[in-house]
């Protein structure tokens, strides 16, 4: 009887390894996304972003991770953790799976709509996340650019919820983490879910 499964996914996580996949069409039109969506940022951000994504010395795993909506971030602790596990584990074996140095991730955000856009994006007490704990990875981020999906949002979260509610505008906030914060940041996750 599938009602009496205890298997229910709430959320899942997974590494994309850019640099091993290098070549591949998804590697490829990943990479290709990302810096066209960094089309407004400053000159010497697209050109570092660039470099750092087509160095084969020092990997980047593009970092999926989801979780339904109403899930409470308490599952992005355990799903983070185990993904490290996973990850030490590979090392340990040599399984095939480069270690990454740096970490790609897109994040859900939004800002006010009313707020007139700065250069270089929202400021970061301006930005809201949809995944509250996705915010410790911007805190630790070497490169970060924000996009506005304003025009291919179906989603109620960026509207109004009720008439005081401020209207919102949706982005893509990407992010590039170096792999050496990550311990920092599981510390930050497990102080913000322990109050």
């Known amino acids: ?11 899942f996580i997974s590494l994309f390894n850019l640099t091993e996949r290098k070549g591949t069409p998804c590697a490829e039109q990943i ?25 084969n010395s020092k990997p980047v795993g593009f970092l999926l991770s989801e979780r339904f909506i ?7 602790l355990p799903m983070h953790q185990q993904l490290q ?21 897109i994040s859900k955000t939004f800002e006010e709509a009313s707020k007139k856009p700065c250069h270089g994006g929202p400021q970061p ?21 924000n996009y506005s999906v304003h025009k291919e949002s179906d989603t109620c979260l ?14 893509r906030t990407v ?3 170096p792999a050496g914060q990550i311990n920092a940041i599981m ?3 497990k102080e913000y879910l322990s109050v």
């Not at 509610?165 to 982005?171: F, I, R």
């Open 1 to 11: 009887d599938d009602d009496d499964d205890d298997d229910h996914v709430f959320g």
């Open 31 to 55: 990479k290709e996304l990302i810096l066209s969506k960094c089309e407004n940022c400053e000159e010497c951000v697209v050109e570092q972003l660039d470099k750092l994504l087509n160095d």
């Open 70 to 76: 109403n899930v409470p971030a308490q599952i992005a």
């Open 85 to 105: 596990k996973e990850l030490e584990e590979t090392q340990r074996t040599n399984k095939p799976c480069e270690k990454c140095y740096y970490y790609l991730m």
């Open 125 to 145: 007490k301006d930005l809201m996340f949809a995944n509250a704990e996705e915010e410790f990875f911007y805190e630790k981020a070497l490169l970060k650019f």
């Open 158 to 171: 960026g509207g109004q919820w009720s008439f005081d509610d401020v209207p919102m505008k949706p982005l």
């Open 175 to 177: 992010m590039l983490i």
């Open 187 to 189: 510390d930050k996750l």
